[in-house]
């Protein structure tokens, strides 16, 4: 399981090292829960691990950036969360938080089946 964040740093700051220190303000959480004949068990939380924050280029346009880079590539830096889950074939549900600097949580969550062998 893995979540990534993108930010798009000359368009959100002044200077890089801004915009990296900025990723200090993520809180992220993930959960994981079994579906058992339907419906949804317990959830126990999940240990994340995090990646240092890296560069990447896009260089096609990405929606929602263009006013940040009008017909140019796109330099972002990102981070990804991610926990390593062995799971027994079956189906769950892994919900996702994350809290910018201590405001509203945003929750994602998505459906795993995992197949036999």
Request: hydrophobic share 35%.
């Amino acid at each position: 399981m893995q979540n990534t964040f993108f930010v798009p740093w000359r368009c959100c700051f002044g200077t890089p090292q801004e915009s990296v220190a900025d990723f200090g303000l993520y809180e992220t959480r993930a959960w994981i829960a079994p579906v058992e004949g339907g419906v949804v068990r317990e959830a126990t939380q999940v240990e994340l691990s995090t990646t240092p924050v890296k560069t990447a280029v896009f260089t096609k346009p990405v929606p929602g950036w263009e006013e940040c880079f009008p017909g140019t590539a796109t330099q972002v830096h990102h981070q990804t969360a991610s926990a390593n889950v062995d799971l027994a074939p079956g189906e769950y549900v892994a919900t996702w938080e994350d809290v910018y600097a201590g405001g509203e949580p945003y929750t994602s969550t998505l459906r795993i089946t995992v197949l036999p062998d």
